[in-house]
């Protein structure tokens, strides 16, 4: 019997649902990009058929393209469907097969390394232009031997979880650092692991090349087999990547689970009551929530931790939730542009404080707005951080208001010698991985 491999057991998994499916259509009634994303007037039932006419015959209706090319990931399609099928796993594996129409093996395989190498470079370089080397260290960033490398389990046990960041919450590392203080309060131990050395293969499955991609994820995934209790996860778009590809595909492989994947906030969730004594200082401030839906149960965990803050006022701005994550709107740049304005201008109409985003991602395309705006951008584990007494400073945020390479380039002069950084390189990041990432453009000249 032939070894089943990544691929072969990705396609089975693919055509398994192709035939579950009976084209109901209410995964594309549900979806909230379909008039964004350019569907038309085609049909709920003849989208979802032009859909699996992607995946079964490498061609589709112009309608089925749009749908799956402009998916922002917002997951509504996957609980109204009645057949328990994922129309978002479908909608990535249709995206799959259209790239590699338009492109051959080797030009495929080089726009993975590519794109793999620039998200590895702006993170290694903004991380390292930002953070001692203890700290590198406790996010998992190994810089010499004889720092500990993110566990704080005693020596030969294993710890309760690992804390698995992704790449890129690394740009932005006051996050991720608070994420561990909060754990370390409540008596958690834990790895962290994360980075490029342990990417879960989006990057190259975007490029239609599922054998790396497949590869990549699967050595992660078997690092991440450490702990106890399993995997909590702070990155959604590595999240939805590990849970609805990787994992079900390894298992399909392999018999079994290696592990369970718990989103950062749920995680939360059932330990709120033993946060709660420990948010002792008043926040004074009327916050806003800037919301996503695509991870279920992660904003309604943001809302209850907002809630406990002592001095905390929620505000609802009434914006519509849509998209797993900033980021995953970027195939409909106008849309995205046009709901982080009318969010920008209802926080302000309602005399907010604060603009709290939940993930990394939101937090680097959102931050510098604070320039423009009469309220700040936060993430929201800077809130409950303020309440127990937790902080870090946050450089990110500080340089990208400059909105000058070669100004922030200069602030951090110091740490780019220190980390034998080559300056050009480290402005080629900063224009690229930092300033370029805007979706909004800012109000003015600074």
């Keep these: 019997m032939p070894e ?15 035939d579950a499916c009976t084209r109901c259509g209410k995964c594309v009634e ?113 810089v010499t031997d004889r720092l500990a490398n993110g566990s704080t389990a005693k020596p030969g046990e294993r710890p ?34 994360g980075g490029p050395a342990h990417c879960c293969g989006v990057i190259q499955l975007r490029t239609g090349d599922t054998e790396v991609s497949g590869r990549m994820a699967t050595n992660s995934l078997d690092r991440l087999a450490e702990g106890k209790t399993g995997v909590i996860s702070w990155c959604p778009s590595c999240h939805v990547q590990f849970t609805e590809t990787t994992i079900p595909t390894i298992e399909k492989m392999r018999g079994a689970r290696p592990f369970e994947m718990t989103p950062f906030m749920q995680f939360l969730k059932p330990r709120l009551d033993a946060l709660r004594p420990l948010l002792t200082r008043r926040v004074p401030m009327r916050v806003a929530l800037h919301r996503h839906p695509g991870v279920k149960g992660v904003t309604e965990a943001a809302v209850e931790l907002l809630r406990m803050v002592p001095g905390v006022e929620l505000v609802d701005l009434g914006q519509p939730e849509v998209g797993l994550v900033g980021n995953a709107l970027s195939a409909l740049p106008d849309y995205k542009r046009g709901l982080h304005l009318a969010e920008l201008q209802a926080a302000a109409a309602a005399g907010v404080d604060a603009l709290a985003v939940i993930y990394h991602v939101d937090y680097r395309e959102f931050c510098a707005h604070e320039r423009d705006w009469p309220f700040r951008v936060v993430n929201i584990l800077e809130i409950a951080g303020a309440s127990m007494g937790l902080h870090h400073d946050d450089d990110f945020k500080r340089l990208k208001i400059m909105q000058d390479a070669d100004a922030i380039v200069a602030d951090c002069a110091d740490m780019i010698a220190a980390r034998n950084i080559d300056p050009a390189l480290a402005r080629e990041v900063v224009v690229k991985a930092m300033l370029a990432e805007q979706p909004l453009p800012l109000v003015g000249s600074a």
Excluded at 4 to 18: C, D, N, S, V
Excluded at 121 to 130: I, K, P, Y
Excluded at 169 to 181: E, G, R, S, W
């Design 4 to 18: 089943i491999t990544f691929e072969t057991a990705l396609a089975a998994r693919t055509g398994e649902m192709i």
């Design 30 to 142: 549900i979806c909230p990009v379909t008039g964004p994303a350019g569907v038309g007037d085609a049909t709920p039932t003849a989208v979802i058929s032009g859909v699996l006419d992607i995946l079964r015959l490498g061609e589709g209706s112009q309608a089925a393209k749009a749908w799956a090319s402009g998916c922002a990931l917002s997951g509504d399609c996957i609980a109204v469907c009645p057949e328990g099928v994922n129309p978002r796993f479908l909608l990535a594996m249709a995206r799959v097969a259209l790239a590699r129409q338009t492109s051959e093996p080797r030009e495929r395989r080089k726009r993975g390394i590519e794109n793999f190498r620039a998200v590895a470079d702006g993170v290694n370089v903004l991380s390292r232009m930002q953070l001692t080397d203890g700290e590198l260290a406790r996010l998992g960033q190994q």
């Design 160 to 193: 309760d979880f690992v804390f698995y960041t992704g790449c890129n919450v690394l740009k932005t590392p006051h996050i991720a650092l608070l994420a561990l203080d909060i754990m370390d309060a409540i008596g958690v131990t834990y790895r962290v692991m």
